[in-house]
């Protein structure tokens, strides 16, 4: 019997190059994946919290007719130190001595903060557009009911009616839009637009 030799492959490895282009590939992708994950999480963010408004003001319009007590909800902007607004919404209750803090349902009603780079536009029916701003010298010291509420939740189950737009500072879009009607019946919309199931 003859013996034929098999010839092995010549077994080649990766050259400097090859191993340069292969990890400036890596790291591409993974800032490409950074970038995303951490401006999708601002979007979450923004989404939880446009819906926690909308869920904690329905809360609130019952909370309202079951204990015969108005509550509130107070939107502001804020000027931080490097000169950015900033915009947060908090939730009152109507006292004897005027509007307050709830003394109630703790984390339900706890004041949120938006991230920086977004508006909150309010419309009320009466006036198209509100002032946010609250300007300690328009009131006198003494004057307890100092800090009033924008949006108030009567005890007999009605609310003042209106819609909040949520908007990018730098070119205004439209990112979230809350609506709701005299009976409390609150909408979030993404971008203004009704989603197709719900039409």
């Known amino acids: 019997f003859g013996t034929e030799s098999l010839a092995s492959p010549r077994q080649r490895g990766f050259s400097l190059l090859e191993l ?3 990890l400036m590939v890596v790291v591409l992708v993974t800032t490409l994946v950074n970038l995303s994950v951490s401006s ?3 979007d979450i963010r923004l989404q939880s919290q446009v819906l926690n408004l909308a869920d904690v003001a329905s809360y609130a319009l019952d909370e309202a007719q079951m204990t015969g007590v108005d509550y509130g909800l107070l939107l502001q902007e804020e000027e931080q130190p490097g000169g950015e607004m900033v915009y947060s919404y908090s939730w009152l209750q109507r006292q004897i001595d005027g509007w307050a803090e709830p003394d109630t349902s703790g984390e339900m ?8 780079g977004v508006a909150l536009e309010l419309e009320l029916e009466e006036t198209p557009v509100v002032e946010l701003s609250l300007d300690e010298t328009d009131y006198e010291e003494d004057d307890e009911d100092r800090v009033l509420p924008q949006v108030v939740f009567y005890s007999s189950g009605e609310t003042t009616v209106g819609a909040i737009n949520v908007r990018k500072v730098d070119d205004g879009e439209l990112l979230w ?4 009607d005299l009976l409390g019946r609150f909408k979030p919309l993404r971008r203004g637009l ?5 039409l």
């Not at 009603?109 to 920086?116: D, S």
């Open 20 to 22: 340069l282009v292969a």
């Open 40 to 42: 999708g999480g601002e």
């Open 109 to 116: 009603f706890a004041p949120q903060q938006l991230p920086p």
């Open 177 to 180: 839009r809350i609506e709701w």
């Open 194 to 198: 009704a989603d197709e199931e719900d």
